[in-house]
């Protein structure tokens, strides 16, 4: 594999070119990383990725940018420009089959390119990954690297967590998870349509679900049981609901039954016999989320405090009752996550990858089984 690797971009919107509604932007890290040539965006929005393109080719990277080319479809920029590897930034619902055009993982395999895919893993339930997932671990196993944006692993406080919990007897008691986001400036029609987002738990919580997995391990969905707050109860409707495309409130062209509920609480047992939970929430005003994530062990209490922003992890030990603060706020685990992936292509190898397909889709049936037995109320 050549020093200067070969990159190629599937989605031109902000999760690999950035935007205000977040901290992604995988372009901008990777110009930090070097030694690399972007070959290829595909996007349907021709556009859109030619704008973003130009914006690039005009910044202190420009360098990086000068062979790239814009293509309409992921499969003309497959077999065109060749990249070695491929950042999919698209939407839960533009991937994860196996049909074109939405078999862009499977494209991306067979054409030999080492996959960076972020999350969810689709928009649809987790047994219709069947074909996909099949792919994927053949994939996996001919060598090629696949990793999944699950960040918060690569984060130095939640490797914190993981080495104190390491000291711990008897290991995680309990996971207790928060995350209420601010909805007011979420204008995408589509983010409030469960049919294509997937709905809020298994889009925009799934990041603590995959981080109880991560510090606690695999969940017993048998004992999967949760409630939630729908928009069609007087508790669901919101005030500062944003205007969609058309001037209307964002989820207003949507059928209630698909509308995306206001808030969700969900309790279940890991398979090593720790309880977890999680209270999501589409309830704050702004644009600042609120989230934390609590563990529980003999003696030791951790709290992980706005790992979005100025993350703080809090410290109770054994025997003590002093609380210990670490101050995290200078880490970027987005940019950790994308050297990782890289330097496993440059020859680290898969054991550098800390959310392969094959673990990843674990949080994704966590998320589901959350969703469904919410939806059963």
Not at 179 to 208: M, N
């Amino acid at each position: 594999m050549p020093e200067d690797l070969k990159i190629g971009f599937i989605g031109a919107g902000g999760v690999n070119f950035g935007s205000p509604e977040g901290p992604w932007d995988h372009a901008s890290r990777l110009e930090k990383i070097g030694d690399l040539t972007v070959v290829g965006v595909a996007d349907p929005d021709t556009e859109r990725a030619e704008k973003a393109l130009a914006a690039r080719e005009a910044g202190s990277a420009a360098k990086m940018y000068a062979k790239a080319k814009v293509f309409s479809d992921h499969r003309q920029m497959l077999e065109q420009a060749r990249p070695d590897a491929v950042f999919i930034g698209v939407p839960p619902d533009a991937h994860a089959r196996t049909e074109p055009p939405k078999d862009v993982e499977i494209a991306c395999a067979e054409a030999g390119a080492h996959v960076f895919l972020e999350k969810p893993l689709a928009a649809w339930p987790p047994e219709e990954l069947a074909g996909v997932a099949e792919t994927m671990a053949k994939a996996a196993a001919g060598g090629l690297i696949l990793s999944v944006g699950y960040m918060f692993r690569y984060s130095r406080a939640v490797e914190t967590m993981r080495r104190i919990l390491g000291d711990s007897p008897g290991g995680v008691r309990a996971v207790l998870a928060r995350y209420d986001c601010a909805y007011s400036l979420i204008s995408k029609v589509e983010w409030w349509d469960v049919r294509l987002s997937g709905g809020p738990i298994v889009e925009q919580a799934t990041h603590f679900c995959d981080l109880a997995r991560y510090l606690a391990g695999d969940a017993d969905l048998s004992t999967v049981t949760a409630v939630q707050i729908g928009p069609d109860e007087p508790a669901g409707k919101l005030s500062d609901m944003p205007a969609g495309r058309d001037g209307r409130p964002a989820d207003a062209g949507v059928p209630m039954q698909f509308r995306t509920a206001r808030a969700t609480a969900a309790v279940w047992r890991f398979e090593n016999g720790a309880v977890g939970s999680l209270t999501h929430g589409v309830l704050l005003h702004g644009a600042k989320y609120d989230s934390e994530l609590e563990v529980w062990a003999d003696g030791l209490r951790m709290v992980l405090q706005d790992p979005y922003g100025l993350c703080r992890l809090h410290v109770r030990r054994p025997h003590g009752e002093r609380t210990e603060t670490f101050d995290f706020a200078g880490d970027d685990p987005y940019l950790s996550e994308d050297r990782a992936f890289i330097e496993a292509i440059r020859g680290g190898g898969a054991s550098g990858i800390r959310s392969p397909y094959a673990d990843a889709i674990k949080s994704y049936q966590l998320t589901w089984a959350i969703r469904r037995a919410a939806e059963k109320k």
